[in-house]
């Protein structure tokens, strides 16, 4: 059984400019949710999809955006970085929904200078 | 309130000792709770899931959840300096939001 994957490791990006983080859901999970954590901080829930769709949004601007594929694995998409964007960015996956346990992958560090 | 707090610690105790790692939750959540273990760099790993009033257990590490006094618990029985970790506790809403604790950093001392 394959875990979350994530790509890339590390990103560094300069302000003003868009990113794109990539997410493989664990076999068998249609669910992919995604949280930013700041250091010292607990993550943050961002959005979650659930067959493709938008299923749960947290407080987040709309610069923040998704997608989710058929094959269940999903993007998230920032544009307009700022400083404040740094952070390690975690995908996780689960059956279906938040019923369901989580598990998340290894991350990828994203440094806005 | 927020939806989940946890005290951030550090909490730390004695090789073989047990730690006690407490939660609380506001009434917006639903009655299930997850609590994670987060080493220094890394991503959350999943330890437990509780979704009952009372104690589950799995092999050192067990459980607690109290619904009428709003708190879970994780207690580690005899702690290893390989459980020396930052604790996560999160609970999900109605709403389909998702909420993690700050988190209790966790040394255990050899």
Known sequence: ETGVTQSPTHLIKT???QVTLRCSSQSGHNTVSWYQQALGQGPQFIFQYYREEENGRGNFPPRFSGLQFPNYSSELNVNALELDDSALYLCASSLQGFAYEQYFGPGTRLTVT | QKEVEQNSGPLSVPEGAIASLNCTYSDRVSQSFFWYRQYSGKS?????SIYSNGDKEDGRFTAQL????????LLIRDSQPSDSATYLCAAYD????FYFGTGTSLTVIP
Request: no cysteine; aromatic share 4%.
């Open chain 2, 94 to 97: 109605t709403g389909n939001q």
């Open chain 2, 66 to 73: 109290n619904k009428a006094s709003q708190y879970v618990s």
């Open chain 1, 15 to 17: 302000r003003g400019q």
């Open chain 2, 44 to 48: 959350p790993e999943l330890i437990m």
